[in-house]
């Protein structure tokens, strides 16, 4: 059958609708996470004391969700002759309590 305007077949999805299979696993898995919060901190306590190298790398791969990586950004600037006069750079140190 040939389209014709009007005809409801094939629209597609409506904008900002979600899949339901994957709004079936994203519910299980958030159910999972939460039943097992408590069990994972202790188990993430229990490396920490017995492999400290161990909980750094786990700590290090949850970090990846909790915040941004960063990236080099390159840039570059043209600048006039004569437009910089001084540039300081001053280190301080804390003192020794």
Do not use: C, W
């Given at each position: 059958?040939?389209?014709?305007?009007?005809?409801?077949?094939?629209?597609?999805r409506?904008?900002g609708?979600?899949?339901?299979?994957?709004?079936?696993?994203?519910?299980?898995?958030?159910?999972?996470?939460?039943?097992?919060?408590?069990?994972?901190?202790?188990?993430?306590?229990?490396?920490?004391?017995?492999?400290?190298?161990?909980?750094?790398?786990?700590?290090?791969?949850?970090?990846?969700?909790?915040?941004?990586?960063?990236?080099?950004v390159?840039?570059?600037?043209?600048?006039?002759?004569?437009?910089?006069?001084?540039?300081?750079?001053?280190?301080?140190?804390?003192?020794?309590?």
């Amino acid at each position: 059958m040939p389209f014709t305007q009007g005809n409801s077949y094939g629209t597609g999805r409506p904008k900002g609708a979600t899949n339901k299979v994957n709004d079936k696993v994203r519910a299980i898995i958030s159910a999972l996470t939460e039943a097992y919060a408590e069990d994972f901190d202790t188990a993430l306590a229990h490396v920490q004391e017995n492999n400290p190298q161990k909980f750094a790398e786990i700590y290090l791969k949850l970090l990846e969700y909790s915040m941004p990586k960063m990236r080099a950004v390159e840039s570059t600037v043209d600048l006039a002759e004569g437009t910089i006069e001084k540039i300081t750079v001053e280190v301080k140190t804390k003192p020794k309590e």
